[in-house]
């Protein structure tokens, strides 16, 4: 039971980044695109999301702001790039949450998207 109250506090829902992303200047969660491909194979992103591939993010720590909470996410829930990205977070104490249902349910339930940066 302890093990599954961990994993599911590992999760942000769709609901809470949505209300962050209407009123960003307000908020203090950051949305980020941790997928490892180019815009061209991305395609769209959520709306606001910072473009930062999971194999780049140990290289980018210093840019991020520590009083933040960050988002992340990957193209669907089965795949290992939003865990990896939020291991590395939170592994240098970031507050940080991987998004439930990846980009994959964002778009299932067409919240905003824009093209990828």
Sequence with gaps: MELLE?????????FTVLKAIQDPSSSEIVVLDVRNAPKQV?????QG??????????????DLDKSKTYVVY????????????LL?????????FELAG???GWKGM???????K
Excluded: C, M, R
């Design 102 to 104: 990846a980009l994959e």
């Design 74 to 85: 990957d193209w669907t829930e089965g795949t290992t790039l939003g865990k990896t990205a």
């Design 6 to 14: 961990t994993y599911l506090s590992l999760y942000i829902d769709h």
């Design 42 to 46: 991305k395609g769209d992103q959520i």
């Design 88 to 96: 590395i977070l939170l592994s240098h104490e970031f507050k940080a």
């Design 49 to 62: 999301a910072l473009a930062i591939p999971a194999k780049e993010l140990q290289n980018h720590l210093a």
């Design 110 to 116: 067409q919240l905003p998207v824009e093209p990828a």
